[in-house]
């Protein structure tokens, strides 16, 4: 990994259903050509990488992976092997140190050379077994973390190992310079070993070059980025198509490098890829937006649909504004809401341009979708299906409400769409759940009781 000073590339880190071969081979044709140089395996539900890491790849998981590696590796491509023992990982246990060992060395037999040991989502407490032996979690990770590496370089002098904390971001750490556990961190580890961080948050709206660089002193290293900002996998209604944001130019100086860790479903991730690619070879200026659109163009070209339909550039261009980024909707998606706010606040009589404008959208919704569900590249269409359908939905909903406003309701009057009915349409478990503790746009939760039970002075609270 030494021969590309800057790490740029892909962790395959997410929670739900690993990437396929094929998904994979896309993905390291896409690294190829934008000047990406690795690759992390690390999906939390391979079974034998986190929940079984004790036991070995079978047999014909093994050569899937030997093949995987193989490819990656002749992609021009760092390979990068996660093992993830923590969750009930016995850190003073010998038979579990060997276990790990044995791991590696399967790994390493393999092929691979480059390796992270992950700790990442575990309880930050040690068992009594282990707090005999270790004054602290810090303590126990480096010293699970040098032997590993150390095994890896009896057999492979030029292995790497990379770290992902416990405490992997500020929210999780607190101020850095006062974490005890990053301290103890960065002075045990060997120097040479890379550890993650995700920002100030797990998943970082900005992050700003001077955080980093107080991580540095604490960490007595340059930390490697494991970047959340495409992820999904924590709420699976959200999709991300938005650029590469919120990370000054100058951040490059004071990282390892930037992995981003993106959407489960991988068709969704050629904006998100491209746009870092793009980030990590700028030179002198940087504007996500620029970089947006000149990645939009570029996929423009895999949205070709059946019967001679074409999605213009406007048209992909909403699309990717309406699933934009964890933080903000994009122009046009903004510009769809704000419209929508007016025409709330004012009597119909007053709609003028903005109403039929809002109406035109709506139609072109629905346009759009039919367009996309004749898309030739059928995995793009399964990637976004869901979320295009409920955005259709809305907008059909929403047009209709409108209608039903101009026809000027009388006072009583309640608005009911026989297309979406209740139970049916944002029905379920969960949904019913929310509505007990809907969240406003400050993030504040505020219970919805019945004015009894709200001021009933004796007794518990209820929601």
Not at 40 to 57: N, V
Not at 229 to 247: K, M, Q, S, T, V
Not at 452 to 460: E, I, N, Q, S
């Amino acid at each position: 990994m030494g021969a590309n000073p800057f790490i740029c590339g892909v962790v395959e880190g997410f929670y739900g259903r690993p990437w396929s071969a094929a998904q994979r081979g896309q993905l390291f044709a896409w690294m190829q050509s934008w000047g990406m140089n690795t690759y992390l395996y690390a999906p939390k539900d391979d079974l034998k990488h986190r929940l079984l890491w004790r036991e070995l790849y079978a047999e014909s998981d093994a050569a899937e992976l030997k093949t995987l590696i193989r490819h990656c590796r002749g992609k021009g491509l760092n390979f990068v092997c996660a093992v993830a023992p923590g969750l009930d990982l016995s850190y003073s246990s010998r038979k579990d140190m060997a276990r790990l060992r044995r791991k590696a060395s399967q790994l390493l037999r393999l092929g691979c050379t480059h390796f992270a040991i992950t700790f990442d989502d575990i309880q930050p407490v040690l068992s009594k077994e282990d707090s005999r032996m270790f004054n602290s979690l810090a303590d126990a990770q480096s010293v699970v973390a040098n032997d590993f590496l150390k095994h890896l370089r009896d057999q492979a002098p030029d292995a790497t190992l990379l770290f992902c904390p416990t405490h992997y971001c500020e929210r999780m750490s607190g101020p850095v310079r006062h974490s005890d556990y990053l301290k103890r961190l960065g002075k045990l580890l060997d120097s040479s070993i890379g550890i993650f961080w995700t920002g100030p948050e797990i998943v970082s709206e900005t992050i700003p070059a001077e955080s980093i660089r107080e991580l540095q002193r604490v960490l007595r290293r340059k930390p490697l980025l494991w970047d959340n900002l495409h992820a999904n996998d924590y709420d699976l209604r959200r999709i991300y198509l938005g650029p590469y944001a919120g990370r000054p130019l100058e951040l490059r100086n004071e990282v390892a490098g930037i992995l981003s860790n993106p959407n489960c479903e991988f068709e969704a991730n050629y904006i998100p890829l491209r746009t870092l690619a793009m980030f990590a070879q700028a030179k002198g200026h940087w504007n996500a937006q620029q970089a947006y659109h000149t990645a939009l163009r570029h996929w423009l070209l895999q949205w070709k649909a059946h019967h001679g339909r074409r999605i213009s550039p406007g048209e992909l261009e909403f699309l990717c504004d309406c699933f934009h980024l964890p933080f903000q909707h994009g122009r046009c998606a903004e510009t769809f809401i704000e419209d929508f706010r007016f025409l709330l606040r004012m009597p119909p009589r007053k709609w003028g341009v903005i109403g039929r404008r809002f109406e035109k959208k709506c139609s072109d919704i629905l346009d759009l979708f039919e367009k996309i569900a004749a898309l030739r590249n059928r995995e793009l269409l399964y990637a976004l299906y869901r979320h295009v359908w409920e955005l259709k939905e809305e907008a059909v909903l929403l047009r209709k409400y409108l209608h039903w406003l101009k026809a000027r309701p009388g006072p009583e009057q309640t608005f009911a769409s026989p297309d979406h009915r209740q139970k049916i349409y944002r029905g379920g478990l969960v949904a019913d759940l929310q509505r007990f503790l809907p969240m406003d746009e400050n993030g504040r939760f505020r219970a919805r009781t019945p004015a009894a039970v709200r001021h009933k002075p004796d007794g518990p609270r209820a929601l």
